[in-house]
């Protein structure tokens, strides 16, 4: 189990449904990359590592608008490699806002 103080923590528990095939493996890359962050003091400052996350594992932009292929996520199937920034902002950052709020809540417990 990863340290509740993590924002790895957050990535703990993965999402039932993924915008494109890239997607789980950037999920689970980004839960190793945090696994020594500490939780910010603030969701808006946990949105700005995630963002700085994202392009610098993937070498885009999350504010991108169409989705893009990262060769070392290629691991098959037609959508292979590929990230979905729309997922990653319209489902990823909201339901990480959720858990840190909730995290917050009972660490500060």
Do not use: C
């Not at 340290?3 to 999920?27: C, I, M, S, Y």
């Not at 995630?50 to 610098?56: L, N």
């Not at 729309?86 to 950052?93: A, G, I, K, M, S």
């Not at 709020?101 to 500060?108: H, L, R």
């Amino acid at each position: 189990m990863t340290n509740p103080k993590t924002v790895a923590a957050l990535f703990e528990k993965e999402p039932t449904q993924w915008g494109l095939r890239g997607d789980p493996h950037l999920w689970r890359e980004m839960r190793s990359y945090f696994k020594e962050t500490p939780l910010p003091g603030t969701s808006d400052e946990l949105i700005m590592l995630v963002d700085r996350a994202f392009e610098f594992l993937t070498d885009h932009s999350l504010s991108e608008l169409n989705m893009f292929f990262v060769e070392r996520f290629n691991h098959g199937g037609m959508s292979g490699g590929h990230i979905s920034p729309d997922f990653w902002r319209d489902e990823v950052l909201p339901r990480l806002r959720v858990r840190y709020f909730e995290m917050k809540s009972q660490t500060d417990e």
